[in-house]
């Protein structure tokens, strides 16, 4: 895969940058919290990223050629800014209601017309059994792996030169998006380092809202996590899975939308590595559930896809440097819904952290992509992270 030479020449200064003036501080928000005098406590935090986009697309122009574009734009994460409400304790038992409302910056020709939305909307309730949310939120399945430090507070793969609103981050490239749905999820006590977490989620109707489809039951997605902590660090291991039921009626169809993962992330001192693989019948390499970037979503029927990354960091005071390359990865596949060609999109990306302040970190990021599925392109990422 080839980096556009223009944009590793600006990168890498941005990087002698940063190397620099780095310290020997870790830096880390705290948010606004307030509590009465009969126990009801107010905890509001958010992030507010902002990303300039310097990015070389293959051939992209409708002459064939290729095309550049700089663009202002938001992250994977977009802006947001989250408000937990907490009772008073009860009988050992603590509630919760969570939300969180997100704004998208839009692309090019679109004025005042940033796409707001509500990612969260959750009632948790902890005890002494475990943990139960009820509410709209965070998947489970592959959730783990969408924790990596390249992308999750950086850009990550996009779309195009006209991108907007949140960047896909490692969809595709690297895991399943478990997305923010509907959902009842429990999760059980730390026992000893090992918990378990299992839930019902609002299922994806491939092709959306339509008589011709069916999803009766809710999509059932698991994951077992797995701590060991030692005097530098830890290791955390997981495994998990889902599957749920597509009925096709206009055709005398189903099938099953169905997935299993592994992964792996290692601290210790200042180094980082993060190891993810995971498998998905019915999910296409776009790796997001029930729906496709290319064509009908119910063409991926029966498809076989993979998705993996691996991402090493370092960390020294204000400073955090890394580089991740992930894959994801479908087979061919016809059913009487469709065919599904052979797709592989690739990432690679080197990247920067620079805590300026307790709530400003400085942002930079290379990347290098290559697909089957959209225009490959070479991009530098410059921006920063307000956080409280």
Do not use: C
């Amino acid at each position: 895969m080839k980096v556009n030479k223009k944009i590793s020449t600006l990168l890498f200064s941005v990087l002698l940058l940063m190397v620099y003036t780095g310290s020997t501080d870790t830096a880390e928000a705290q948010g606004i919290s307030f509590e009465t005098e009969e126990g009801w406590g107010l905890d509001v935090t958010g992030r507010l990223p902002v990303f300039l986009v310097a990015s070389n697309h293959d051939g992209y122009s409708a002459d064939g050629e290729d095309q550049f574009a700089t663009r202002i734009m938001t992250g994977f994460n977009p802006p947001d800014i989250t408000f937990n409400i907490s009772s008073p304790e009860y009988n050992g038992i603590k509630v919760t209601g969570i939300f969180q409302i997100n704004h998208h910056l839009h692309g090019p020709s679109v004025q005042n017309a940033g796409l707001f939305e509500g990612r969260v909307a959750d009632i948790r309730i902890e005890g002494g059994f475990g943990t139960i949310n009820m509410g709209k939120g965070f998947g489970i399945y592959n959730s783990n792996s969408i924790g990596d430090v390249g992308s999750a507070m950086g850009v990550g793969r996009f779309a195009g030169p006209d991108a907007a609103d949140a960047t896909l981050g490692r969809i595709g490239s690297g895991y399943t998006y478990a997305n923010f749905n509907p959902r009842v999820t429990y999760t059980t006590p730390d026992m000893g380092g090992l918990s378990l977490k299992v839930g019902f989620i609002n299922p994806e109707k491939p092709g959306g809202p339509s008589e011709e489809v069916e999803t009766s039951m809710p999509r059932v997605e698991g994951q077992i996590d797995y701590v060991v902590d030692f005097d530098s660090g830890n290791i955390r291991f997981w495994a998990g899975g889902m599957v749920q039921n597509v009925d096709v009626v206009s055709e005398d169809y189903d099938y099953n939308i169905s997935g299993w993962d592994l992964g792996l992330r290692l601290a210790s001192g200042g180094f980082g590595f993060t190891g993810s693989y995971s498998e998905t019948q019915g999910v296409g390499a776009d790796g997001l559930i029930g729906l496709s970037l290319t064509g009908s979503a119910l063409a991926q029927a029966d498809v076989d896809a993979s998705q993996w990354y691996t991402e090493a960091t370092y960390t020294s005071g204000k400073l955090t440097l890394g580089a991740s390359y992930g894959e994801g990865e479908q087979d061919e596949n016809s059913t009487v819904l469709g065919s599904s060609p052979d797709i592989k999109n690739e990432l690679l990306m080197i990247f920067t952290r620079y805590n300026v302040t307790e709530s400003l970190a400085m942002i930079g990021e290379i990347q290098n992509f290559a697909s089957d599925a959209q225009s490959d392109y070479s991009a530098l990422v410059f921006g920063m992270q307000f956080t409280f």
